[in-house]
DNA sequence: AATGCAAATGAGAACGATTATCATTCACCT
DNA sequence: AGGTGAATGATAATCGTTCTCATTTGCATT
């Protein structure tokens, strides 16, 4: 029972066709938690299971619509998608290597919403990302 | 004393060009304090100073690595730029107006030193947007 | 299992933001 | 004033993403 379950897209009114079973699979996969289109398009490739960019990019989008998957704007231009597990988080990305942690602190996160409103505003959602240089072993940190 | 300074320019080494000083002074005359560069080619078409839109990029890049401008990502893909007053600052979106309130938290400020710290990470710098309903009278506010 | 049809796919064009090219113009130092 | 290397601007190119549309597919119905 860890196989893509067509249940899950037909439960969110999406049609469980072979693309997307391959797509919400590579996800569920955790090989990689965050991936940009590029990223599930070239992973797809390499094994085979082909599926036009444009699907990817369409199925994408469906999915966080669907609330499947979330989506982060980080830098460096392109959208970066993850499974949505219910719990928000944010995230600290490495300069150097691009590693990516999670984290939630429920200090900032209240804090917001008390600056916000100070300032006359209902909160609808946020982005926080802290970009620092990690400390893996793999990691090229230069200082 | 309220003209932009060749001195400005000079002092982080960028000779004071015609659309240079137009572009610097556009942001020193507080009109709009974030600007997009299609804002600035616009606004500087507006009153006759015509600059290159190639020009607007490079030079707000390059007042970005002067340190005289900030740039900032938020939602809707096109980077926005703003004067470096020295002090860091988060900000506020509406998602119905586009309003932009600046806000600066020490708690959430230093809560996210402590969370990298703890992650083995040195921070280099952030950033935190917070999508939200205003309450200005002209917002489309439709919730 | 064959049929029908709306929905999904994929190749490629189109798009919006940004960057690269390169011939012409300009700022600034003799 | 003249010389030179940097800056400009028109335009082409690039990148990520969305759109178009002819073809294929999922799936309900015979
Ligand atoms: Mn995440
Ligand atoms: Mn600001
Ligand atoms: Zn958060
Ligand atoms: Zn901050």
């Given at each position: 029972?860890?196989?893509?379950?067509p249940?899950?897209?037909?439960n969110?009114g999406?049609?469980?066709t072979l693309?997307?079973?391959?797509i919400?699979g590579l996800?569920?996969?955790g090989q990689?938690?965050h991936?940009?289109a590029?990223?599930?398009?070239k992973q797809?490739?390499?094994?085979g299971?082909?599926?036009?960019?444009?699907t990817v990019y369409r199925?994408?989008?469906?999915f966080?619509?669907?609330?499947?998957?979330?989506?982060?704007?980080?830098?460096?231009?392109?959208s970066?998608?993850?499974?949505?597990?219910?719990?928000?988080?944010?995230?600290i990305?490495c300069?150097?290597?691009?590693?990516?942690?999670?984290?939630?602190?429920?200090?900032?996160?209240?804090?917001?919403k008390?600056?916000?409103?100070?300032?006359?505003?209902?909160?609808?959602?946020?982005?926080?990302?802290i970009?620092?240089?990690?400390t893996k072993?793999?990691?090229?940190?230069k200082?």
């Open positions: 029972m860890d196989k893509s379950q249940e899950n897209l037909k969110v999406l049609k469980s693309p997307r079973l391959k919400l996800f569920e996969s990689e938690r991936m940009s590029e990223d599930v398009y797809l490739l390499s094994t299971d082909d599926v036009g960019l444009a199925v994408l989008t469906q966080q619509q669907a609330g499947l998957l979330v989506r982060h704007n980080f830098e460096g231009g392109k970066v998608f993850e499974l949505n597990q219910g719990k928000h988080h944010d995230h990305v300069l150097q290597c691009g590693h990516v942690e999670e984290f939630y602190d429920s200090a900032i996160e209240s804090r917001q008390k600056v916000a409103a100070e300032l006359g505003f209902e909160v609808h959602d946020h982005s926080l990302q970009y620092a240089d990690c072993a793999k990691c090229p940190n200082r």
